[in-house]
């Protein structure tokens, strides 16, 4: 019996990991250069006017751009950028994202 809870818990925690992001990390890097001019190229702003996107959790990430893209989440400068965005488009922006080095 422990062992198959082991192996259930094991094997939830991969799914729940950043690395089995839904998006294409290397399609999101591809697409970022709009990003970067607010929150760096690596996704670490140079100003505390803008939010570090990198080391985010990709679900995060994900609901965020979906909230501004649909403006439930009212930011009237990410609105409008968010707002030509498919979902494969947020998936794949948020994996980019979530695979980088956040700040320490």
């Known amino acids: 019996m422990y062992a198959k809870i082991t192996g259930f818990t094991l094997l939830a925690s991969l799914f729940a990991c950043n690395a089995f ?15 970067a001019a607010c929150h760096g190229a690596k996704g670490i702003s140079a100003t505390g006017a803008y939010p570090n996107l990198a080391g985010q959790k990709a679900d ?10 649909a403006k439930t989440r009212v930011a009237p400068l990410m609105n409008p950028m968010a707002a ?21």
């Open 21 to 35: 992001a839904a998006g294409n990390p290397e399609a999101g890097k591809a697409s970022s250069a709009v990003c």
């Open 84 to 104: 030509g965005l498919k979902d494969e488009d947020i998936d794949n922006l948020a994996a980019y994202y979530a695979g980088l080095k956040g700040c320490e």
């Open 60 to 69: 995060y990430l994900a609901a965020q751009l979906k909230a501004l893209r």
